[in-house]
């Protein structure tokens, strides 16, 4: 332990640098303190986007007006939907623990890039900026929907440029992280780190930064086209000019939909560490899990048309977007299956991390089974466009990526803070928060199917029921995240020293320090040939 | 690493390739300019795709890459290609 | 909103109701399952049960079971989605056909026979084709009770949705596609009358002049016009700013407008309004945004003008 | 089929900053690729318009630029042979000519751009309104979007070039750490790959 000691007095998180206190922070180029950075930014973003969130909730207590008038509802919900997407959902794990853990995984001191790393974040911060400043400044903050859907969105008197301007700095972001990623793991894995070792978080990455390269700038020139339609009147999307609006809409699926897998792969990543960990045993199906991630990845591309089932698309093409729709949910069966036969014949050590991960399986199931209705013809027909898609998404949203955000903070809290967390209140929290949830959302399924639409002020009273019963679980949610964050913060400064290894795991970054050292390693560790990540005896 | 082995591309190669470029530009003016009706587009197109190919292959130097770096250029333009053609499924289909 | 008792409303309910039926049905089947292993899983094999874990690293034919079955079983799901979908696409030559205007926000219909109205009355049993026509953004025509939607785009000329009611009764018509303000009160009513009670609606023009005729206020008919094509959903009469200027006190008054990016103030007279109505981005009234209203140029004649200029003059 | 005995030098590897570079390349493809997407489609729904309006555009400007292209994309490339052969004196006069034919490029277009808006064709212009079709507002618009990105691109090129042959000068760049310089030239190869495809489907097809 003695070693542990010495690596103590300069961790990451005590290290002085050129700058002392913030400016040591802000100025760091160290992998890890830029992860941090992310964490705080979107959980500042997070909480931003989570009041927009129950103040819509608390609007829809009652048919009628609340507590908004409509034009407040609908930026309420545009900016809600804008935050949660491209500021905490998109970036949440890959440049969260991504950025901390995928180097230290590797068995790297740093990302490739170290100083292009630093420049997302700031990249980062400015979307966040330019984003709030539609908020502050101008005609009052964007009514479009997180969708921007022209003609609309050129038609619109509210301050849309800046947020779309703050989105496609925000995707920059974005892009340049994946970049700094798949360089990383190409070329900066240490010796006897085969692909066929690498663990299976750091392969989401992989698949996840190539979504992020190839699919975020077709966002971004849509994104550009929308704001010069705005400022010189092009005409490429106005029909009165001869554009097709419907063309608006492939070119943001065409990123939007891939975007989704951006959200989710890092999830599934963090989960395949999680359950072989807790179970102490081989992952079931590593190079089947490998191979369902690089397919959904790629599949993912080829899908878009599937929000768009109304819009006016030809037949054929309706046809196909649901044929290839139902083949991309095979990999995440895949997915599903392999880790439930992980836990079989383990020896399973249930802890907070393990509650998170095993609910994710059970709400991702419902989130993606549900986006089986939706892939369906006849059925999306029926359902698009209504509180069915909202529950559909927040289910597989917040409830995959959500939760496994989750599981994975209460997996590295020990080793990124070096503290263990007070495991009663953690559990406590994660009961709250998953009553709350199904309580909020399964009433959406419901409502959908009876035709409610979504991005609805105002509803008939024959919803109601649903709604209320919706409003009650925002509250009961709202009181479990409260438990977390205040038990995390809380342990953050005062929790018993953690050790190495608290969860005896396998990968590399429980054999180094907790908190680690500012260069991960002493020495560049080799791997084994009979070594692997989840080699458990 | 900073003295590995890298191939040093002869100037011959290069003016060969300027030339070679040069001649499918005023081809592909030329051909343009002969009534084709509806294949003037690919033919175009098609001596647009040899020119990239030569400035990739050559001038980007990827016939001296290794292998995956080859990959990830063929995967990058064949899923652009497959998005266009996906795209084209609802145009070409509209009633 | 539909309710259960409500099933077969139109044709396509049952096709659209099979396909929710299989895929509900498969997806509850794997959802249960699948959380019963898991739980099982996590109790039988828990530490204090099972102290040492049994290494295991995979096996590849339970990979490929678990590939190819949910494979064949997303096939039947397609299957069932796009059997239910297939039939929608295609309307019947005989089908009656009756226009939708869409705008901001509110629906309209236009009959054969040039009548125009704003709730959608149908008669039962008889194939309806909608042409679907968005005057300035995206809207959505949606049924619940029909299980039909089809989002109405501006400037696509073949937008069409067809179906066939089969139930008498009175069905809500929701907009699905975010339109701005007041997307959520741009709603209306599908009114299915038997055939024989259809014909008479449909035939009886005398009914539009008793309306008119019962209200003898003068400009009623216009106020009636306006309420059918939805101007009240930007102007309010009672001075209150919607989307558009208040209709309060307008006649004789001096507006300030914006005419090719010049400022200028104009009395409001018959030749204003009709101007504002066939060409309102022409004169832009101070402190509006351009391109909300848009032309109604082809959808009121002129004698609808006269009527609503006479409403006007009342609004005090 | 990679050494990672590179990690000892985590300072300078050229075959990271390649691949990176390569990355971005990508991204820069999508982004343009974005846009073949919508010209594609438009043209494909207005087919007549779209030659029309090609008519408009001037084959021989557009031919001059694509050889202007052509000619630099082969000196850098030649620059990155000499700065191997350890030629500093002529890697520095190829990169000052290919910096001199990208601003040439530029002026030619300001030129064409000029020529254009003189005759009132501008994105959203009174004459565009209405003396043309809607396929050919289209075509402006989407002529104005496209090769305006190019130019950005163009001038973007020009001062990483520039960036680069200051290093070269200084000799931080040179034989055995050419990274920089080869990776100009790929940006460079870029901007010249998009002119490739932009000068057919603009000025050629009518
Ligand atoms: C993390 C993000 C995420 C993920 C992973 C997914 C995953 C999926 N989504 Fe979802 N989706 C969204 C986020 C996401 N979605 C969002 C944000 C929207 C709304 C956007 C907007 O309009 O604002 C949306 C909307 C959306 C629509 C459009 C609805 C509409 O507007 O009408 C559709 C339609 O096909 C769809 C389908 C699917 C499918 C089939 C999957 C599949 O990948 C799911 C696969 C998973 C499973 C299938 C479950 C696990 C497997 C089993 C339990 C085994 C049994 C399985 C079988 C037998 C197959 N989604
Ligand atoms: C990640 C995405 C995300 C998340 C977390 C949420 C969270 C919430 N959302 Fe959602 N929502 C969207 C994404 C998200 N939303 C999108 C994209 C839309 C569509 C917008 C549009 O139509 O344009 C939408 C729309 C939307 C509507 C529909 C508006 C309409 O159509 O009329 C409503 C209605 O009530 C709603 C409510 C809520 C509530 C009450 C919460 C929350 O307040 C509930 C409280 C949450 C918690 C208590 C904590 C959850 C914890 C985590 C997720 C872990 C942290 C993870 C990371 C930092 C990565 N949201
Ligand atoms: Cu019209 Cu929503
Ligand atoms: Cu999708």
Redesign the interface.
Known sequence: MHKEQAANMSNYLTYQGKYKGLLGWITSTDHKRIGLLYLYSILTMFSVGVLLGLAMKLELLAPGKTIMD??TY?STFTVHGVIMIFMVVVPGLPAVFGNFLMPIMIGAKDVAFPKLNLLSWYLYVAGVFLVLAALFFGNGAP???WTF?A??SF???TNLLPAVFGAFVLGFSSILTGLNFLVTIHRMRCPGMKWTKLPLFVWTLYGTAWIQLLATPVVGITLVLIALERLFGVGVFD??L?????LYQHLFWIYSHPAVYIMILPAMGAISEIIPTF????V?????IIASTMAIAFVGYLVWGHHMF???MS?TA??YF??LT??V??PS??K???W??T????????QTP?YWA?SF??VF??GG??G??L????????V???AFVVAHFHYIVFGGTGFAFMAAIHYWFPKIYGRMYDKGWANAGWLVFFIGFLALYTPMFYLG????????????K??QGGNILSTFGSWILATGLVIIIVNLVKSARHGTPAEMDPWHSKTLEWQVSSPPSVENFDEIPEIAENDGPYN?? | MSNEKHHIVPYRVYALVLVALLALTFASIGIVSIELGKYTVAAALIFATIKSFLVLTYFMHLKYDKPYIKAMVAFVFAIFFVVIVITFLDYLY?? | ???PEITQASN?VK??DQ??LV??GI?FL??IG??V??IW??YR???KR??????????TS??II??VV??LL??V??Y??????KP??KAPKDAMEITVYGRMWNFNYEYANGRRTDTLYLPKDQAVKLNLKAM???H?F?I??F?????M????K??FMWFEPQRVGNY?I????????????MYSTAKVMEAAEFEKWMTDTTQLAAEVAAMEAPGAAGKKIMQNIGCFACHTVDGTKLVGPSFKGIWGHEVSVITDGQKRTITVDEDYIKKSIYDPNADLVDGF?K??MVSYQGQLKDEDIAEIIEYLKTVK | MEQNAHNEHVHYDAEASKIGMWLFIFTELLLFGGLFIVYSVYRFMNQEAFHLAAEELNTTIGAINTVLLLVSSMTIAVSTTTLQLKKKGLTLFLLGITVIIGVVFLVNKYFEWGAKIEHGIWPGSEHLKTAFSQGEILFFGLYYVMTGLHALHIIIGLIIILFAAHRVYKGTVNENRAALLENAGLYWHLVDLIWIFLFPLFYLIH
């Open positions: 409509a034009q609908n009514d479009t929907g859907y003609p609309y038609k619109t008197g029909p009165a001869g554009g097709d609006p419907i179970a102490q045993k081989q079931f199906g590593y190079k089947a109304t819009a006016g037949g309706q046809y649901s044929l139902f083949i949910a095979i069966a895949i599903v299956f392999n439930i036969s836990m079989y014949k383990g020896s399973i050590n249930v393990l095993a399986i059970f199931m419902i089974l549900s089986l209705v892939g369906a013809l006849a059925t999306d027909v029926h698009h466009d209504t199917m009876m035709g409610m639409p979504r991005r609805y002020y105002d509803y008939m024959e919803f458990y005896k | 509209r009633t | 909103m539909y309710s396509f096709g659209v396909a929710f895929i509900l997806s794997f959802l699948l959380t292993v898991m899983f996590l094999y828990n530490r099972n102290p040492v874990a049994t290494q295991i690293h995979g096996s339970l990979e678990w590939t949910p494979f997303t096939m799901m397609f069932y989605g796009w059997a239910g979908w929608m696409t300035d953004v995206l959505s949606y619940p009770a299980r039909v939607k089809q989002d785009v501006p400037g696509k073949d937008n809500e929701f907009c699905t596609e975010y339109c701005g303000l007041s997307h959520s009160y945004m391109g909300l």
